[in-house]
T-cell receptor
Framework: QQQVKQSPQSLIVQKGGISIINCAYE??????FPWYQQFPGKGPALLIA?????SEKKEGRFTISFNKSAKQFSLHIMDSQPGDSATYFC?????????????FGKGTKLSVIP | KAGVTQTPRYLIKTRGQQVTLSCSPI?????VSWYQQTPGQGLQFLFE???????NKGNFPGRFSGRQFSNSRSEMNVSTLELGDSALYLC?????????????FGEGSRLTVL
């Protein structure tokens, strides 16, 4: 059972456009939602993260929107640039040092075309 | 500050063999976690070691094991390799633990099982 569903699988956006990637989760015990960015041949890197007590978090051109009642969260990349072309993973973590759950979405390959 | 180093970067094994992968974390990080990345299943959490103790583990068979040394370096071992074990194995280090989502990934070890 996939605990975090990510869509779309791939996304093509024009330079300057808005990229939107969505994730949905089922386990209400999840209480931390990070996003990671992975370039080809590299490991993922933490991009931005949010807790469910806020509905939105913005860092530069990257914004996470969170809808607790719908159990959904999304990443918005404003003014998308070719350098943003990468695979993006959402994740969900339940708190607790010993028995936490850490689950990733299957990733979205973003291509930003000039 | 040096990043996370994984060795070897590439390796080819045959079914039934075993493999050991190594991960050197960022200096000062006591947590090392391991992940399997495949096109079909995406990124999956294997286990985490914190100060030489296994702190958490994902849903993988016992053929997957690990350990951490006093200098925080970690090794992951896969015994009796199967074709389905072909994947990119990533490790990540963290100062506070994988449950914080603040993960610094290495570039991975790509394992091919023939």
């Amino acid at each position: 059972q996939q605990q975090v569903k990510q869509s779309p699988q791939s996304l093509i956006v024009q330079k300057g456009g808005i990229s939107i990637i969505n994730c949905a989760y089922e386990n209400t015990a999840f209480d931390y939602f990070p996003w990671y960015q992975q370039f080809p041949g590299k490991g993922p890197a933490l991009l931005i993260a949010i807790r469910p007590d806020v509905s939105e978090k913005k860092e530069g051109r990257f914004t996470i929107s969170f809808n607790k009642s719908a159990k959904q969260f999304s990443l918005h990349i404003m003014d998308s640039q070719p350098g943003d072309s990468a695979t993006y993973f959402c994740a969900a973590i339940s708190s607790g040092a010993g028995s936490y759950q850490l689950t990733f979405g299957k990733g979205t390959k973003l291509s930003v075309i000039p | 500050k040096a990043g996370v180093t994984q060795t070897p970067r590439y390796l080819i094994k045959t079914r039934g063999q075993q493999v050991t992968l190594s991960c050197s974390p960022i200096s000062g990080h006591r947590s090392v976690s391991w992940y399997q990345q495949t096109p079909g299943q995406g990124l999956q959490f294997l286990f985490e070691y914190f100060s030489e103790t296994q702190r958490n583990k994902g849903n993988f068979p016992g053929r997957f094991s690990g350990r951490q040394f006093s200098n925080s370096r970690s090794e992951m071992n896969v015994s009796t390799l199967e074709l389905g074990d072909s994947a990119l194995y990533l490790c990540a280090s963290s100062f506070s633990g994988a449950n914080t989502g603040e993960l610094f990934f290495g570039e991975g070890s790509r394992l091919t099982v023939l």
